[in-house]
């Protein structure tokens, strides 16, 4: 399920990112990328350097993915990468690939199971740059306002167009979720749809009690730690 999400991160938080990046510099972006991804990507990222400044974005862009209800409900996460923020200049970008099924983390390697960009450019501020998933149904192409994210299944095939004019800044990071199959998560979304509207027309119905346990039951009956 591919999902954006406005102002995922909020004034304060973008605040203390902007802060973060002028603090760093930054290197390129292949040491990141796996051996086959490596040709493919033209990118910088920050070089966050001492722990505690990776310590405070960690905590921020978590902080905002845990806040923020349609994000729990996109994802479901477990747990997550460490967030890198990424710079893609004028004739910069990264061609089509598929990202790593596993990555390092905190407390040992995750399976990533949703990827999440969080723009942090004024969209006007460049041109090209933008972000592009090809999937069975076609492909969707996304350039969002400045805060705000987008979700998407981390199997799928995806590039960032070059970058023509501008500067695109961006924090990327990728989430095992309690539930990995992204069918089951799109279903349980439908589910929380459906219990909200019923919740809003008829709050004592007998059918919120019924969709509220058949949510909890699915979720048991699929999630994996």
Not at 77 to 87: D, F, G, H, Q, V
Not at 127 to 132: A, Q, T, Y
Not at 195 to 223: F, G
Request: charged letters at 25%.
């Amino acid at each position: 399920m591919m999902m954006p999400v406005k102002r995922l991160a909020s004034a304060d938080q973008l605040s203390v990112i902007d802060s973060i990046v002028s603090q760093s510099s930054f290197t390129d972006g292949k040491i990141t990328a796996g051996v086959i991804n490596q040709p493919l990507k033209n990118n910088l990222q920050l070089e966050a350097g001492e722990a505690a400044i990776a310590d405070e974005l960690f905590k921020v862009v978590s902080k905002a993915v845990e806040t923020q209800p349609l994000a729990r409900l996109a994802a479901m996460p477990a747990r997550m990468t460490l967030p890198i923020i990424s710079k893609y200049e004028s004739g910069m970008g990264y061609e089509w690939h598929i990202d790593n099924a596993i990555m390092p983390s905190r407390g040992g390697p995750i399976r990533t199971d949703v990827a999440c960009t969080i723009f942090l450019s004024d969209p006007a501020a460049y041109d090209g740059g933008e972000l592009r998933i090809r999937t069975t149904a076609g492909e969707n192409t996304v350039k969002l306002e400045r805060g705000d994210g987008f979700f998407y299944p981390a199997s799928t095939r995806h590039c960032v167009d070059k970058v023509t004019r501008g500067e695109r800044l961006a924090i990327v990071f990728w989430i095992q979720s309690m539930i990995a199959e992204p069918a089951q998560r799109e279903m349980l979304y439908d589910l929380q749809l459906a219990h909200d509207r019923v919740k809003q027309e008829n709050p004592d119905s007998e059918a919120l009690q019924i969709i509220q346990r058949t949510q909890a039951n699915l979720i048991r009956l699929w999630s994996q730690f």
